[in-house]
């Protein structure tokens, strides 16, 4: 038997699985974060910590594939949703939702937490002319590594939602 899809039902496909691709490149980014990157710049000096936040976090911030990423995991993710809905997929909604509010939590943290502990390492300036780099330094770091881990943990567990409801949604 040939099982043959509606266009309306491949879009469903397609935009489910952008939700999960874009929601699991997000978890994987903040979770090289959490076991490379941070902990590197903990054995580092307080300028290498400064120099390093500063350029990374502008360069994130300019990168239309990382930004377009960043938010798109929650459109698409909200979208399919919507779209899975529409088809009657009910256990596959329950764990997209799941997905959603964990996706959710990890973009709360991020502008409620992480943007202002940013703003603060980016406004300081020139890592050169910052007199006490090792205030500034313990003015953010160990806030934004716990932040990060909790929305390393979101974002991770919100990709397994996703990729739970795409096999419920196969089943």
Known sequence: MTVTRSPSGRLTGIVHGTATV???????????????IMPALAESDDRTYVTVMQETIRAMNKSPLFVG???????????ALLLQRRAGAKAAVRWILGGLLLYLAALLITFGIHFPINDTLDKAGDPDTIADLAALRKDT???WVNAHTARTIASALAAVCLIRSLWVRRG
Request: glycine content about 14%; hydrophobic content about 60%.
């Open 22 to 36: 874009s929601v699991g490149l997000v978890a994987g980014l903040f979770f090289d974060w959490a076991v490379s």
């Open 141 to 143: 770091e160990e806030s």
């Open 69 to 79: 990423t960043f938010i798109g995991a929650f459109v698409f993710t909200g979208a």
